[in-house]
Protein backbone atom coordinates (compact mmCIF):
# COMPACT_ATOMS: atom_id res chain seq x y z
CA UNK A 1 0.00 0.00 0.00
CA UNK A 2 1.35 3.15 -0.85
CA UNK A 3 3.47 5.68 1.75
CA UNK A 4 0.58 7.83 1.89
CA UNK A 5 -2.23 5.82 2.96
CA UNK A 6 -0.08 3.95 5.24
CA UNK A 7 0.76 7.60 6.98
CA UNK A 8 -3.69 7.70 6.70
CA UNK A 9 -4.26 4.11 8.61
CA UNK A 10 -1.66 5.21 11.93
CA UNK A 11 -3.53 8.28 12.46
CA UNK A 12 -6.36 6.18 13.33
CA UNK A 13 -6.98 5.41 17.28
CA UNK A 14 -8.86 2.69 16.91
CA UNK A 15 -11.52 3.31 19.17
CA UNK A 16 -13.42 1.35 21.75
CA UNK A 17 -17.20 0.84 20.22
CA UNK A 18 -15.98 3.58 17.14
CA UNK A 19 -18.39 5.91 16.19
CA UNK A 20 -17.56 5.18 12.07
CA UNK A 21 -18.76 1.95 12.20
CA UNK A 22 -22.07 3.06 14.13
CA UNK A 23 -22.80 5.69 11.86
CA UNK A 24 -22.28 2.94 8.25
CA UNK A 25 -25.79 1.84 7.28
CA UNK A 26 -24.32 -0.34 4.87
CA UNK A 27 -22.49 -3.08 7.28
CA UNK A 28 -19.30 -2.49 5.88
CA UNK A 29 -17.34 -2.06 9.55
CA UNK A 30 -15.04 0.56 8.50
CA UNK A 31 -13.34 0.34 11.78
CA UNK A 32 -13.00 -3.31 11.86
CA UNK A 33 -11.61 -2.74 8.32
CA UNK A 34 -8.78 0.05 9.12
CA UNK A 35 -7.74 -2.11 12.08
CA UNK A 36 -6.72 -4.57 10.00
CA UNK A 37 -4.57 -2.15 7.89
CA UNK A 38 -3.02 -1.33 10.83
CA UNK A 39 -2.36 -4.83 11.76
CA UNK A 40 -1.13 -5.77 8.24
CA UNK A 41 -3.68 -7.88 7.50
CA UNK A 42 -5.07 -6.64 4.30
CA UNK A 43 -7.03 -9.98 3.34
CA UNK A 44 -9.47 -9.30 5.97
CA UNK A 45 -9.50 -5.62 4.96
CA UNK A 46 -10.70 -6.05 1.74
CA UNK A 47 -12.50 -9.37 2.43
CA UNK A 48 -16.31 -9.10 0.75
CA UNK A 49 -16.07 -5.33 0.68
CA UNK A 50 -18.63 -3.76 -1.84
CA UNK A 51 -16.55 -0.57 -2.87
CA UNK A 52 -19.33 0.48 -5.10
CA UNK A 53 -21.27 0.39 -2.30
CA UNK A 54 -18.53 3.22 -0.28
CA UNK A 55 -18.28 4.92 -3.45
CA UNK A 56 -21.69 5.85 -3.78
CA UNK A 57 -22.33 6.67 -0.01
CA UNK A 58 -22.53 9.84 1.64
CA UNK A 59 -19.31 8.58 4.13
CA UNK A 60 -20.97 9.60 7.42
CA UNK A 61 -18.53 7.43 8.72
CA UNK A 62 -16.27 10.18 8.29
CA UNK A 63 -18.64 12.56 9.70
CA UNK A 64 -18.82 10.59 12.79
CA UNK A 65 -15.03 9.93 13.35
CA UNK A 66 -14.11 11.25 16.88
CA UNK A 67 -11.01 13.13 14.68
CA UNK A 68 -13.52 15.35 13.08
CA UNK A 69 -13.53 18.28 15.70
CA UNK A 70 -9.72 17.53 16.18
CA UNK A 71 -7.24 17.38 13.35
CA UNK A 72 -9.88 16.00 11.02
CA UNK A 73 -11.88 12.49 10.54
CA UNK A 74 -9.71 9.65 8.78
CA UNK A 75 -9.85 9.52 5.30
CA UNK A 76 -11.77 5.87 5.48
CA UNK A 77 -13.59 5.72 2.19
CA UNK A 78 -9.93 6.55 0.73
CA UNK A 79 -8.24 4.27 2.30
CA UNK A 80 -11.32 1.37 1.65
CA UNK A 81 -11.29 1.98 -2.02
CA UNK A 82 -7.51 1.07 -1.34
CA UNK A 83 -8.17 -1.72 0.54
CA UNK A 84 -10.05 -2.94 -2.23
CA UNK A 85 -7.40 -2.16 -4.59
CA UNK A 86 -4.40 -4.05 -2.87
CA UNK A 87 -7.10 -6.86 -1.98
CA UNK A 88 -7.19 -7.28 -5.73
CA UNK A 89 -3.55 -8.74 -6.08
CA UNK A 90 -4.35 -11.46 -3.59
CA UNK A 91 -5.17 -15.15 -5.85
CA UNK A 92 -6.05 -17.46 -2.42
CA UNK A 93 -6.85 -20.77 -2.51
CA UNK A 94 -10.11 -21.88 -1.23
CA UNK A 95 -8.17 -24.80 1.46
CA UNK A 96 -8.61 -23.83 4.92
CA UNK A 97 -5.08 -23.79 6.86
CA UNK A 98 -4.78 -25.76 9.61
CA UNK A 99 -3.13 -23.32 12.21
CA UNK A 100 -3.12 -26.14 15.07
CA UNK A 101 0.18 -26.69 16.79
CA UNK A 102 0.84 -28.33 20.14
CA UNK A 103 3.55 -28.20 23.06
CA UNK A 104 5.26 -31.38 23.49
CA UNK A 105 1.94 -33.23 22.66
CA UNK A 106 -0.90 -30.31 24.07
CA UNK A 107 -3.06 -29.40 21.38
CA UNK A 108 -3.55 -26.01 20.88
CA UNK A 109 -5.96 -24.76 18.25
CA UNK A 110 -3.84 -22.21 16.95
CA UNK A 111 -0.23 -20.63 17.95
CA UNK A 112 -1.74 -17.88 19.96
CA UNK A 113 -1.29 -17.65 23.03
CA UNK A 114 -1.16 -14.56 26.00
CA UNK A 115 1.98 -14.62 27.85
CA UNK A 116 2.69 -14.55 31.86
CA UNK A 117 1.81 -10.95 32.78
CA UNK A 118 -0.99 -8.71 33.62
CA UNK A 119 -2.93 -9.64 30.62
CA UNK A 120 -3.54 -13.05 32.13
CA UNK A 121 -4.17 -12.67 35.75
CA UNK A 122 -7.49 -13.41 36.41
CA UNK A 123 -10.15 -15.28 35.45
CA UNK A 124 -12.59 -12.33 33.50
CA UNK A 125 -9.59 -11.65 31.31
CA UNK A 126 -8.19 -15.00 30.15
CA UNK A 127 -12.04 -15.83 29.81
CA UNK A 128 -12.23 -12.77 27.51
CA UNK A 129 -8.91 -13.94 25.57
CA UNK A 130 -10.49 -17.02 25.41
CA UNK A 131 -13.73 -15.56 23.57
CA UNK A 132 -12.07 -13.86 21.07
CA UNK A 133 -9.54 -16.50 19.86
CA UNK A 134 -6.65 -16.87 22.03
CA UNK A 135 -6.02 -20.44 22.15
CA UNK A 136 -4.31 -20.17 25.93
CA UNK A 137 -2.74 -18.28 28.25
CA UNK A 138 0.41 -18.76 30.60
CA UNK A 139 -0.92 -16.96 33.74
CA UNK A 140 0.90 -14.65 36.15
CA UNK A 141 3.65 -16.49 38.02
CA UNK A 142 2.55 -17.84 40.63
CA UNK A 143 4.86 -17.87 43.97
CA UNK A 144 4.59 -18.30 47.71
CA UNK A 145 6.00 -15.01 49.05
CA UNK A 146 4.05 -11.84 49.13
CA UNK A 147 4.28 -8.93 46.34
CA UNK A 148 4.33 -5.28 47.03
CA UNK A 149 3.88 -3.38 44.22
CA UNK A 150 5.18 0.23 42.94
CA UNK A 151 2.81 2.76 41.22
CA UNK A 152 3.70 4.04 38.86
CA UNK A 153 4.81 0.87 37.06
CA UNK A 154 4.81 1.46 33.27
CA UNK A 155 6.52 3.45 30.79
CA UNK A 156 6.71 3.72 27.11
CA UNK A 157 8.62 5.16 24.14
CA UNK A 158 6.19 6.54 21.69
CA UNK A 159 5.64 6.92 17.98
CA UNK A 160 4.92 9.96 16.44
CA UNK A 161 1.62 8.98 16.45
CA UNK A 162 1.35 7.80 19.80
CA UNK A 163 1.58 4.01 20.16
CA UNK A 164 4.58 2.80 21.57
CA UNK A 165 7.47 0.92 20.33
CA UNK A 166 9.29 0.21 23.64
CA UNK A 167 7.94 -0.75 26.70
CA UNK A 168 9.14 -0.84 30.44
CA UNK A 169 7.83 -2.83 33.45
CA UNK A 170 9.03 -2.77 37.07
CA UNK A 171 5.91 -5.11 37.84
CA UNK A 172 6.55 -8.45 39.71
CA UNK A 173 4.40 -11.38 40.49
CA UNK A 174 1.29 -12.36 40.92
CA UNK A 175 -0.24 -10.42 43.90
CA UNK A 176 -2.91 -13.33 44.49
CA UNK A 177 -2.45 -16.52 46.55
CA UNK A 178 -1.82 -20.31 45.06
CA UNK A 179 -5.12 -21.20 46.42
CA UNK A 180 -7.04 -18.25 44.36
CA UNK A 181 -5.09 -19.19 41.42
CA UNK A 182 -5.72 -22.65 41.70
CA UNK A 183 -9.46 -21.82 41.61
CA UNK A 184 -9.26 -19.80 38.89
CA UNK A 185 -7.68 -22.99 36.86
CA UNK A 186 -9.99 -24.81 37.84
CA UNK A 187 -12.55 -22.86 36.56
CA UNK A 188 -11.01 -21.91 33.50
CA UNK A 189 -11.01 -25.61 32.29
CA UNK A 190 -14.49 -26.25 33.24
CA UNK A 191 -15.41 -23.41 31.06
CA UNK A 192 -13.34 -23.99 28.30
CA UNK A 193 -11.88 -27.50 28.44
CA UNK A 194 -10.54 -27.18 24.87
CA UNK A 195 -8.24 -24.08 26.03
CA UNK A 196 -4.50 -24.19 27.11
CA UNK A 197 -3.64 -23.46 31.13
CA UNK A 198 0.13 -22.78 31.24
CA UNK A 199 1.46 -22.46 35.10
CA UNK A 200 4.01 -19.64 35.24
CA UNK A 201 5.75 -20.07 38.50
CA UNK A 202 8.75 -19.07 40.76
CA UNK A 203 9.73 -20.62 43.87
CA UNK A 204 13.15 -19.86 46.11
CA UNK A 205 14.56 -23.27 46.86
CA UNK A 206 14.32 -26.81 45.10
CA UNK A 207 10.89 -27.94 48.00
CA UNK A 208 9.13 -24.91 46.27
CA UNK A 209 9.87 -25.53 42.98
CA UNK A 210 8.39 -28.93 43.31
CA UNK A 211 5.20 -28.09 45.54
CA UNK A 212 4.07 -25.20 43.01
CA UNK A 213 4.44 -27.42 39.49
CA UNK A 214 2.88 -30.45 41.78
CA UNK A 215 -0.33 -28.33 42.86
CA UNK A 216 -0.54 -26.50 39.33
CA UNK A 217 -0.90 -30.17 37.52
CA UNK A 218 -3.34 -31.15 40.22
CA UNK A 219 -5.60 -27.82 39.48
CA UNK A 220 -5.75 -28.59 35.88
CA UNK A 221 -2.75 -26.73 34.34
CA UNK A 222 -1.73 -28.56 31.00
CA UNK A 223 1.67 -26.87 30.93
CA UNK A 224 3.92 -25.97 33.48
CA UNK A 225 6.38 -22.93 33.08
CA UNK A 226 9.23 -22.09 35.46
CA UNK A 227 10.08 -18.68 35.33
CA UNK A 228 13.73 -18.42 35.45
CA UNK A 229 14.09 -14.52 33.83
CA UNK A 230 11.92 -11.73 35.67
CA UNK A 231 14.17 -8.84 35.86
CA UNK A 232 12.00 -7.56 38.88
CA UNK A 233 12.83 -9.67 41.31
CA UNK A 234 14.69 -7.88 44.46
CA UNK A 235 16.44 -11.31 45.78
CA UNK A 236 19.21 -12.79 44.89
CA UNK A 237 18.32 -16.40 43.97
CA UNK A 238 14.90 -15.61 41.92
CA UNK A 239 14.16 -14.54 38.64
CA UNK A 240 16.68 -13.29 36.14
CA UNK A 241 19.70 -15.13 38.73
CA UNK A 242 18.60 -18.20 37.84
CA UNK A 243 18.46 -17.94 34.16
CA UNK A 244 21.78 -16.28 34.26
CA UNK A 245 23.03 -19.32 35.95
CA UNK A 246 23.32 -22.95 34.04
CA UNK A 247 23.81 -24.44 37.77
CA UNK A 248 20.58 -23.31 39.05
CA UNK A 249 18.56 -23.63 36.15
CA UNK A 250 19.32 -27.13 35.68
CA UNK A 251 19.26 -27.91 39.77
CA UNK A 252 15.84 -25.86 39.88
CA UNK A 253 14.55 -27.55 36.95
CA UNK A 254 15.13 -31.07 38.12
CA UNK A 255 12.87 -29.87 40.94
CA UNK A 256 10.08 -29.07 39.43
CA UNK A 257 10.49 -31.71 37.05
CA UNK A 258 10.04 -34.30 40.49
CA UNK A 259 6.26 -32.43 40.55
CA UNK A 260 4.84 -32.82 37.40
CA UNK A 261 4.78 -35.48 34.48
CA UNK A 262 3.56 -32.65 32.24
CA UNK A 263 5.35 -30.45 29.37
CA UNK A 264 7.90 -28.33 31.56
CA UNK A 265 9.05 -25.16 29.88
CA UNK A 266 12.39 -22.87 30.89
CA UNK A 267 11.14 -19.54 30.28
CA UNK A 268 14.98 -17.94 29.56
CA UNK A 269 16.36 -14.29 30.35
CA UNK A 270 17.34 -12.07 26.93
CA UNK A 271 19.70 -10.52 30.08
CA UNK A 272 22.70 -12.79 28.90
CA UNK A 273 25.21 -13.89 25.99
CA UNK A 274 24.66 -16.82 24.98
CA UNK A 275 21.17 -18.79 25.96
CA UNK A 276 22.23 -21.52 24.55
CA UNK A 277 23.93 -23.41 27.59
CA UNK A 278 21.16 -22.42 29.48
CA UNK A 279 18.53 -23.85 27.70
CA UNK A 280 21.02 -27.15 27.28
CA UNK A 281 21.36 -27.28 31.12
CA UNK A 282 17.27 -26.67 30.71
CA UNK A 283 17.45 -29.26 28.83
CA UNK A 284 19.28 -31.58 31.30
CA UNK A 285 17.12 -30.60 34.62
CA UNK A 286 14.19 -32.50 32.98
CA UNK A 287 12.91 -29.68 30.46
CA UNK A 288 10.68 -30.39 27.35
CA UNK A 289 10.64 -27.07 25.98
CA UNK A 290 11.85 -23.23 26.23
CA UNK A 291 10.05 -19.85 26.85
CA UNK A 292 12.04 -17.30 24.93
CA UNK A 293 12.42 -14.14 25.58
CA UNK A 294 11.30 -12.57 28.84
CA UNK A 295 11.95 -8.76 28.79
CA UNK A 296 15.71 -6.84 28.74
CA UNK A 297 16.59 -5.29 31.88
CA UNK A 298 16.66 -1.87 30.90
CA UNK A 299 16.29 2.21 31.64
CA UNK A 300 13.79 3.42 29.22
CA UNK A 301 14.00 7.41 29.72
CA UNK A 302 15.06 10.46 32.56
CA UNK A 303 12.53 13.26 32.77
CA UNK A 304 14.97 16.12 31.57
CA UNK A 305 13.07 18.87 33.95
CA UNK A 306 12.52 16.64 37.35
CA UNK A 307 15.76 14.45 36.70
CA UNK A 308 13.48 11.30 37.30
CA UNK A 309 13.88 8.34 35.52
CA UNK A 310 10.49 6.58 34.29
CA UNK A 311 8.08 5.43 35.45
CA UNK A 312 9.30 7.74 38.35
CA UNK A 313 8.43 6.48 42.04
CA UNK A 314 8.34 9.68 44.17
CA UNK A 315 11.26 10.41 41.69
CA UNK A 316 13.50 7.39 41.83
CA UNK A 317 13.31 4.25 39.44
CA UNK A 318 15.10 1.49 38.75
CA UNK A 319 15.90 -0.90 35.71
CA UNK A 320 12.93 -3.45 34.21
CA UNK A 321 12.18 -5.40 32.09
CA UNK A 322 11.67 -3.56 28.21
CA UNK A 323 9.18 -5.36 26.06
CA UNK A 324 7.46 -4.10 22.70
CA UNK A 325 8.30 -4.27 18.65
CA UNK A 326 12.10 -2.70 19.77
CA UNK A 327 12.57 -5.87 21.02
CA UNK A 328 11.82 -8.77 18.23
CA UNK A 329 14.97 -8.24 16.35
CA UNK A 330 16.92 -9.37 19.81
CA UNK A 331 14.02 -12.14 20.06
CA UNK A 332 14.65 -13.55 16.81
CA UNK A 333 18.46 -13.29 17.27
CA UNK A 334 18.30 -16.14 20.44
CA UNK A 335 15.06 -18.26 18.95
CA UNK A 336 17.63 -18.81 15.90
CA UNK A 337 20.57 -19.66 18.00
CA UNK A 338 18.59 -22.44 19.83
CA UNK A 339 16.27 -23.41 16.95
CA UNK A 340 20.16 -24.21 15.09
CA UNK A 341 21.96 -25.90 17.83
CA UNK A 342 21.74 -29.93 17.79
CA UNK A 343 21.18 -30.16 21.43
CA UNK A 344 18.13 -28.72 21.41
CA UNK A 345 16.34 -29.79 18.19
CA UNK A 346 13.85 -32.35 20.12
CA UNK A 347 13.04 -28.98 22.45
CA UNK A 348 9.70 -27.13 22.01
CA UNK A 349 10.16 -22.95 21.65
CA UNK A 350 7.45 -21.31 22.36
CA UNK A 351 8.58 -18.04 21.05
CA UNK A 352 7.77 -13.95 22.66
CA UNK A 353 9.28 -10.32 22.19
CA UNK A 354 7.24 -8.31 20.12
CA UNK A 355 4.90 -9.87 18.26
CA UNK A 356 2.60 -7.42 16.92
CA UNK A 357 1.35 -8.62 13.77
CA UNK A 358 0.80 -11.77 11.84
CA UNK A 359 4.00 -11.07 10.18
CA UNK A 360 5.93 -10.72 13.01
CA UNK A 361 4.54 -13.90 14.39
CA UNK A 362 5.47 -15.41 11.28
CA UNK A 363 8.63 -14.60 11.31
CA UNK A 364 8.83 -16.28 14.87
CA UNK A 365 7.61 -19.40 13.48
CA UNK A 366 9.84 -19.71 10.50
CA UNK A 367 13.23 -19.44 12.80
CA UNK A 368 11.59 -22.43 14.49
CA UNK A 369 9.12 -21.59 17.36
CA UNK A 370 6.10 -24.22 17.43
CA UNK A 371 4.05 -21.67 19.73
CA UNK A 372 3.93 -17.95 20.51
CA UNK A 373 3.28 -15.56 23.25
CA UNK A 374 2.07 -11.88 23.73
CA UNK A 375 1.78 -9.32 26.24
CA UNK A 376 2.80 -5.50 25.39
CA UNK A 377 0.99 -5.29 22.00
CA UNK A 378 -2.53 -6.50 23.92
CA UNK A 379 -1.75 -3.91 26.26
CA UNK A 380 -2.12 -1.24 23.55
CA UNK A 381 -4.34 -2.91 21.68
CA UNK A 382 -6.69 -5.31 23.46
CA UNK A 383 -7.03 -9.04 22.78
CA UNK A 384 -9.15 -8.70 19.59
CA UNK A 385 -5.60 -8.15 17.89
CA UNK A 386 -6.05 -12.48 17.74
CA UNK A 387 -8.53 -11.83 14.91
CA UNK A 388 -6.12 -10.26 12.55
CA UNK A 389 -3.19 -12.59 13.54
CA UNK A 390 -5.47 -15.30 12.39
CA UNK A 391 -6.88 -14.09 9.66
CA UNK A 392 -3.14 -12.10 8.12
CA UNK A 393 -1.53 -16.01 9.12
CA UNK A 394 -4.23 -17.93 7.24
CA UNK A 395 -4.41 -15.38 4.39
CA UNK A 396 -0.52 -15.69 3.85
CA UNK A 397 -0.66 -19.25 3.96
CA UNK A 398 -4.08 -19.38 1.31
CA UNK A 399 -2.07 -17.11 -0.90
CA UNK A 400 0.75 -19.86 -1.23
CA UNK A 401 -1.50 -22.94 -0.69
CA UNK A 402 0.01 -23.90 2.64
CA UNK A 403 -2.38 -26.20 4.56
CA UNK A 404 -0.61 -27.54 7.69
CA UNK A 405 0.98 -24.50 9.79
CA UNK A 406 3.67 -27.08 10.55
CA UNK A 407 4.96 -26.57 6.89
CA UNK A 408 6.04 -22.96 8.20
CA UNK A 409 7.94 -23.89 11.46
CA UNK A 410 11.32 -23.79 11.11
CA UNK A 411 11.30 -23.20 7.34
CA UNK A 412 14.01 -19.93 7.34
CA UNK A 413 16.25 -21.32 10.29
CA UNK A 414 18.89 -22.75 7.99
CA UNK A 415 18.96 -19.05 5.98
CA UNK A 416 20.72 -17.83 8.96
CA UNK A 417 24.43 -18.58 8.98
CA UNK A 418 27.96 -17.32 9.62
CA UNK A 419 29.27 -14.26 8.65
CA UNK A 420 32.10 -15.54 6.70
CA UNK A 421 29.46 -17.76 4.81
CA UNK A 422 27.66 -14.57 3.06
CA UNK A 423 28.34 -14.43 -0.67
CA UNK A 424 30.50 -11.07 -1.14
CA UNK A 425 30.98 -10.83 -4.82
CA UNK A 426 28.07 -8.77 -6.33
CA UNK A 427 26.55 -5.38 -5.73
CA UNK A 428 22.85 -5.23 -5.88
CA UNK A 429 21.96 -1.82 -7.32
CA UNK A 430 18.83 0.66 -5.87
CA UNK A 431 16.65 1.31 -8.47
CA UNK A 432 14.57 4.56 -7.99
CA UNK A 433 11.13 4.96 -8.99
CA UNK A 434 10.66 8.25 -9.92
CA UNK A 435 6.78 8.15 -10.72
CA UNK A 436 6.89 7.33 -7.47
CA UNK A 437 9.48 9.42 -5.44
CA UNK A 438 7.99 13.39 -3.97
CA UNK A 439 11.36 15.23 -4.12
CA UNK A 440 12.45 14.83 -0.68
CA UNK A 441 15.89 14.32 -1.05
CA UNK A 442 15.96 12.04 1.58
CA UNK A 443 18.04 9.55 0.36
CA UNK A 444 20.92 12.08 -0.83
CA UNK A 445 20.95 13.65 2.53
CA UNK A 446 21.90 9.78 3.88
CA UNK A 447 24.01 8.82 1.27
CA UNK A 448 26.18 11.95 1.55
CA UNK A 449 26.35 11.93 4.93
CA UNK A 450 25.86 8.38 6.25
CA UNK A 451 26.84 6.48 3.32
CA UNK A 452 29.23 6.65 -0.24
CA UNK A 453 28.45 10.04 -1.57
CA UNK A 454 27.28 7.71 -4.63
CA UNK A 455 23.93 9.69 -5.23
CA UNK A 456 23.59 13.12 -6.28
CA UNK A 457 20.45 15.61 -6.69
CA UNK A 458 18.44 17.20 -9.20
CA UNK A 459 17.78 20.11 -8.07
CA UNK A 460 15.80 21.54 -11.05
CA UNK A 461 13.29 17.84 -11.31
CA UNK A 462 13.93 17.21 -7.36
CA UNK A 463 15.06 13.82 -7.88
CA UNK A 464 18.12 11.53 -7.27
CA UNK A 465 20.95 10.66 -9.81
CA UNK A 466 22.50 7.31 -8.94
CA UNK A 467 26.43 7.29 -9.24
CA UNK A 468 27.16 3.34 -10.08
CA UNK A 469 30.94 3.98 -9.60
CA UNK A 470 30.38 4.92 -5.89
CA UNK A 471 27.19 2.37 -5.01
CA UNK A 472 27.98 -0.02 -2.93
CA UNK A 473 24.81 -1.22 -2.93
CA UNK A 474 24.18 -1.01 0.98
CA UNK A 475 20.63 0.01 0.47
CA UNK A 476 20.84 2.87 2.67
CA UNK A 477 18.69 5.03 0.76
CA UNK A 478 15.91 2.25 0.27
CA UNK A 479 15.57 2.25 4.09
CA UNK A 480 15.51 5.88 4.48
CA UNK A 481 13.15 6.65 1.52
CA UNK A 482 9.11 7.71 2.86
CA UNK A 483 7.47 7.19 -0.20
CA UNK A 484 8.94 3.60 -1.07
CA UNK A 485 9.90 4.64 -4.22
CA UNK A 486 13.33 3.38 -4.37
CA UNK A 487 13.68 -0.88 -5.22
CA UNK A 488 16.50 -2.74 -5.66
CA UNK A 489 17.55 -3.02 -9.33
CA UNK A 490 17.20 -6.44 -11.16
CA UNK A 491 20.97 -6.88 -12.39
CA UNK A 492 23.52 -7.63 -10.30
CA UNK A 493 27.17 -6.13 -11.24
CA UNK A 494 30.52 -8.66 -10.64
CA UNK A 495 32.89 -6.75 -8.00
CA UNK A 496 35.97 -5.53 -9.77
CA UNK A 497 38.64 -6.75 -7.61
CA UNK A 498 42.37 -5.44 -7.80
Known amino acids: MRWQYENEISRCLLCHDPLCSKACSEGVD ?32 QENCILNKQSGPIRIRELLEAAYEEGLKNELSDIEPDLSVDICGV ?10 SVVASNYEMCAKAFEQGFAGACFKTICLFEQHETSPRFSALKSQNGSFYGFKNIEQLSDHSLEENLVVFGQ ?36 IECNFSCPNMEESALGVTIGQSEELTKRFTAAARKGTKKPLLAKMTPNITD ?18 INTIKSITSVNIDT ?18 SAVKPIALRFISDMSNCEDLQDMHISGMGGITTW ?11 GSLQITTAVMQYGYRIID ?23 AAKENIVE ?41 TNRRPILDAKKCVGCHLCLLVCPAKAITTAIRRVKKMTS
Open 30 to 61: PAKRIRSLSFDDIYSAAENLDIDRCKNCSAPC
Open 107 to 116: KLENPFLLSS
Open 188 to 223: LKEKYPDKIIIASIMGRNEKEWEYLARECDKAGADV
Open 275 to 292: MVPVAIAAKEGGADGIAA
Open 307 to 324: LAPLPSVKGKSSPGGYSG
Open 359 to 369: RDALEFLLLGC
Open 388 to 410: DLIAGLKGYMRERNIKDLYQLIG
Open 419 to 459: LDELERDTILYPKFRNEQCIGCGRCYISCYDGGHQAIRFDE
